[in-house]
């Protein structure tokens, strides 16, 4: 790769992380109500399509917002971490899965979970949140094998199985309200 490629790699990689939460915006303020309602995942008329399209629609401004913000910190973050180790090929495969494989198992964890906990229940799924949780998840990686590469592979083993625990005590505490040992 040639010194101007290399110069140039970060600012397009920069432009690609971006494109995303444009085109969340571009989807949100740019389609009609009626359209956005087609794209959503209504569990009551499946349409196959949905499954994925239904990540890329929101249910509001604040909705969107919340997705982008976290959108944002866990893909640079993550990206920060994988340019550090030379691990980039890693990110962008990583990246264009989570784009395109989590939202369609998101909706489909989603209308397998409320078809059996809640049969009775109607419910519509939209929104980023799914694919921004793997992108924490993949930040939480890249911290462990960033920890492996510049420091030892136990203290990344370390790093990584204690992320793991703080991160389930903070998922156990968030859904019973209390903090249990």
């Known amino acids: 790769m040639s010194s101007e490629q290399v110069e140039k790699q970060p600012i397009l990689e920069g432009a690609l992380l971006l494109a995303v939460p444009i085109l969340l915006a571009a989807i949100h303020f740019l389609t009609n109500e009626t359209l ?91 929104g980023f949140s799914g694919v921004v949780a793997g992108f924490g998840g993949f930040l939480l990686v890249a911290l462990a094998v960033y920890v492996r590469k510049r420091y030892s592979t136990e203290l990344g083993g370390v790093v990584g199985v204690s992320t793991f625990l703080v991160l389930m005590a903070t998922i156990d505490f968030i859904y019973s309200g209390r903090v249990r040992l």
């Not at 087609?38 to 399509?49: C, E, G, P, Q, R």
């Not at 990540?55 to 919340?66: D, E, K, P």
């Not at 264009?96 to 519509?124: Q, R």
């Open 36 to 126: 956005k309602q087609t794209l959503a995942f209504s569990h009551d008329h499946f349409a196959l399509y949905t499954l994925f399209t239904a990540a890329y629609v929101h249910a509001g401004q604040a909705h969107l917002v919340g997705n982008v913000v976290g959108y944002l910190l866990t893909t640079t973050y993550a990206y920060m971490l994988c340019v550090a180790v030379d691990e980039r090929r890693w990110f962008w495969r990583t990246f264009v899965v989570f784009l395109v494989a989590l939202p369609v198992l998101v909706s489909l964890t989603s209308y397998v979970l409320f078809s059996t906990w809640f049969p009775s229940v109607s419910v519509i799924s939209r």
